[in-house]
């Protein structure tokens, strides 16, 4: 009942409104992207550097979490590709249907780890997004780089570019060094952060409710379900599956099977358009995504607890 009222009905309100906020009352999309900027670049970054800061980084184990993570998200994405000719996809159908099998909606999991463990539990989450962000970002890119129908006029950005602007890894570095050296901030900047992180779990979910677009081909249920099946259920099992394995428990398990049942994010179709990826199928499965994972995450994560320690 607690994760009930704290993150899930929570959760499918906020994307609601969204939803109906995009739609009849603020209807400009210079106005959501400058949201999506301050959150991504602001808010969930000042998130990540006052919970990690302010976390017991001991009891993480920065091993186990690693592996449990990059070994489904490598498998995942390497299954996906390898069923590009039976489920007969197009290159932009495949880079879509590979975002969509390992991108992660980091938003929706920092409710669900906040709700479930508090501070630690938003640190230990953040922990997991500096390991998946980077892995995530050169699949997909390398993946959209030799598949995707790429405009010759855009110019190509080094991966390793790309990871070093990237605000969250920076973010996640940020605290992790305040947190190993024991810097204590000024009274002033920590208030600042503490301000600035706020707004970052509820903005980050309105706009993934203002972003969610249901538009369906035939063709689509199968790419959709495929990808559905991959990224709600199977990633966040096999990661758990080796977590548990390891001895992995607390919230550093639940940060691990969080972070691999969230619903892709909306900055895929933002990709998927930069790179010449299918946006319309990004957007579907998106949008079916987000409001299956309003079910199958709890789901998952009562399964696992059942079978943890």
């Known amino acids: 009942m607690s994760l009930l009222a704290t993150a899930i009905v929570p959760i499918i309100l906020l994307l609601a409104a969204g939803a109906v906020i995009r739609r ?61 000719r039976p489920l007969r996809a197009n290159g932009p159908q495949l880079t879509s249907m590979v975002q969509g099998t390992i991108r992660i909606n980091t938003y929706i999991g920092l409710i669900f780890a ?24 050169v699949i997909c890119v390398s993946v959209l780089a030799r598949h995707g129908e790429r405009p010759a006029t855009l110019r190509r950005v080094p991966i390793w570019r790309a990871l070093l602007e990237n605000p969250l890894i920076q973010g996640v ?29 509820v903005c980050g979910t309105l706009i993934s409710g203002a972003a969610m677009h249901l538009s369906f081909r035939r063709r689509d249920v199968l790419d959709v379900g495929v990808t559905a099946i991959l990224k ?31 619903p892709t994010a909306p900055s895929a ?9 299918d946006t319309r199928l990004m957007a579907s499965i998106t949008g079916i995504q987000t409001i299956l994972a309003t079910v199958s995450m709890p789901a998952i994560l009562a399964a696992v607890q059942m079978l943890a320690p």
């Open 24 to 84: 009849w009352f603020v209807t400009e999309p210079a106005f959501w992207r400058g949201l999506e900027w301050m959150s991504y670049r602001v808010f969930t970054p000042a998130l990540f550097i006052s919970s990690i800061a302010a976390a017991d980084l001991s009891v993480v184990p920065i091993g186990p979490l690693a592996l449990s993570l990059a070994v489904p998200i490598v498998a995942a994405a390497g299954l996906v590709v390898s069923l590009r």
């Open 114 to 137: 906040t709700a479930l463990h508090g501070v630690n539990g938003a640190a230990t989450f953040a922990l997991a997004s500096a390991i998946v962000v980077p892995l995530v970002n």
């Open 173 to 201: 570095a940020v605290g992790l060094v305040l947190n190993l050296t024991e810097t204590v901030l000024p009274t002033f900047l920590s208030s600042t952060l503490s301000l600035l992180a706020a707004p970052a779990l």
């Open 232 to 262: 709600l259920v199977a990633l966040p099992l096999g990661a758990a599956g080796i977590a548990l394995s390891l001895g992995v428990d607390g919230p550093t398990l639940t940060s691990i099977v969080l972070i691999s049942a969230v």
């Open 269 to 277: 179709y933002v990709l998927a358009s930069r790179m010449g990826g």
